[in-house]
T-cell receptor
């Protein structure tokens, strides 16, 4: 199957700093990628839909100025957590939509554990 | 808004026993339903989707619109089935709403 690379796997940062997380589709072009957030022992919550060449679409309750999404190429979407605070600590997961073939699918990155001190 | 409910957080079965993971959803239209699986130290991956009507790794799931359910079943559980299972719903364009997940442990 297709491969989605997410980097970094984990990051620790100080409160007030910004952190960038990358999501790359390695062997296919992804015009659409999704960003999720997962708290311990809870479900994945969709944060936003990242669209190549246009603005991201954010879910209700997600601050777009806090979580900046850039999808500048067909294989890369980035999520920047700006002025991070301890409450932003979470597991962030991206997925990319593969439209090749008849069977459209989503492929997930391995996730990024963010810890804000 | 759509919602997915997985009532069991943990499920423990013996090897060779049947296993059923429950999933109920709420949505007034016709959603697309999925089961995703996450094995230990691996990323989330698609197990099956209702429109495919196929059996993957011995698992099947039938969409019951009357009961708004999409339960996952396997007649004979194997140890390698131990994993976290998520039921998910998509209304359009693959924007997924996930259930809380069920951790399955298959004991020898």
């Amino acid at each position: 199957g297709a491969v989605v690379s997410q980097h970094p796997s984990w990051v620790i940062c100080k409160s007030g700093t910004s952190v960038k997380i990358e999501c790359r589709s390695l062997d296919f072009q992804a015009t659409t990628m999704f960003w999720y957030r997962q708290f311990p022992k809870q479900s994945l919550m969709l944060m936003a839909t990242s669209n190549e060449g246009s603005k991201a679409t954010y879910e209700q309750g997600v601050e777009k100025d806090k979580f900046l999404i850039n999808h500048a190429s067909l294989t890369l979407s980035t999520l920047t957590v700006t002025s991070a605070h301890p409450e932003d600590s979470s597991f962030y997961i991206c997925s990319a939509r593969d439209l090749r073939g008849r069977d459209e699918k989503l492929f997930f990155g391995s996730g990024t554990q963010l810890s804000v001190l | 808004a759509q919602r997915v409910t997985q009532p069991e957080k943990l499920l423990s079965v013996f090897k060779g026993a049947p296993v059923e993971l429950k999933c109920n959803y709420s949505y007034s239209g016709s959603p697309e339903l999925f089961w995703y699986v996450q094995y230990s130290r691996q990323r989330l991956q698609l197990l099956l989707r209702h429109i495919s009507r196929e059996s993957i790794k011995g698992f099947t799931a039938d969409l019951n619109k009357g009961e708004t359910s999409f339960h996952l079943k396997k007649p004979f559980a194997q140890e390698e089935d131990s994993a976290m299972y998520y039921c998910a719903l998509s209304v359009h364009d693959y924007k997924l709403s996930f259930g809380a997940g069920t951790t399955v442990t298959v004991r020898a």
